[in-house]
């Protein structure tokens, strides 16, 4: 059975870069009809998609968030990656990847969740 | 930017039906999702595509999308479906997520 595993720094420092790593397993990553995507969440509060990409390397990113973050994607190593630059407290979060699962027009939504990983910006 | 919007809260006794609303502009041109997310742990999809269950998921959970008002309901509500409900619209690649209800059953 498919599973996601997020791994990084739980601890970043202001103005620095946040990597972060999903590694995908039970799975082929290069598969036709899914995107692998980040969604982060704020110390309680909701939901939000950061992007998706796809095994080809084409990627989709939020238009409402600044163009901090960069994905991308290692087949050969069944992984793909999310940076943010220059953080801020403000990028706090739990940060999940996913699978997205679209069937030409069909959409399927997040079917497949990582456990989450806890990223704190502080000094 | 595309947004949708959610009741902060829902609540519901033991045996009822639960109805959570999601709205947006044409949300029914666009494809709504619901997750379902419990303390401490990842959401999991309740409903895709409007209104199709994935697998696993109990019959009590439907989904309707229409004009500009995407409904989740969960009828015969147990206390066991207390959590955090999102929306998601999707269209052209592009997902936005709604700020999520907590459903509260008492």
Not at chain 1, 33 to 49: F, H, N
Not at chain 1, 52 to 70: A, C, D, H, Q, V
Not at chain 2, 10 to 23: D, F, H, K, L
Not at chain 2, 25 to 53: E, H
């Amino acid at each position: 059975q498919l599973q996601l595993q997020e791994s990084g720094p739980g601890l970043v420092k202001p103005s620095e870069t946040l990597s972060l790593t999903c590694t995908v397993s039970g799975g082929s990553i290069s598969t036709i009809t899914y995107y692998w995507g980040w969604i982060r969440q704020p110390p309680g509060k909701g939901l939000e998609w950061i992007g998706s990409i796809y095994y080809s390397g084409n990627t989709f990113y939020n238009p409402s968030l600044k163009s901090r973050f960069t994905m991308s994607v290692d087949t050969s190593k069944n992984q793909f990656s999310l940076k943010l630059s220059s953080v801020t407290a403000a990028d706090t979060a739990v940060y999940y990847c996913a699978r997205e699962v679209l069937e030409g027009v069909h959409y399927y939504g997040f079917d497949v969740w990582g456990q989450g990983t806890t990223v704190t910006v502080s000094s | 930017s595309y947004e949708v919007t959610q009741p902060p809260s829902v609540s519901v006794s033991p045996g009822q039906t639960a109805s959570i609303t999601c709205s947006g502009d044409k949300l029914g041109d666009k494809y709504a999702c619901w997750y379902q997310q419990k303390p401490g742990r990842s959401p999991v999809v309740v409903i895709y595509q409007d209104n199709k269950r994935p697998s696993g998921i109990p019959e009590r959970f439907s989904g309707s999308n229409s004009g500009n008002t995407a409904t989740l309901t969960i009828s015969e509500t147990q206390a066991m479906d207390e959590a955090d409900y999102y929306c998601q619209a999707w269209d052209s690649s592009t997902g936005v997520f709604g700020a999520g209800t907590k459903l509260t059953v008492l």
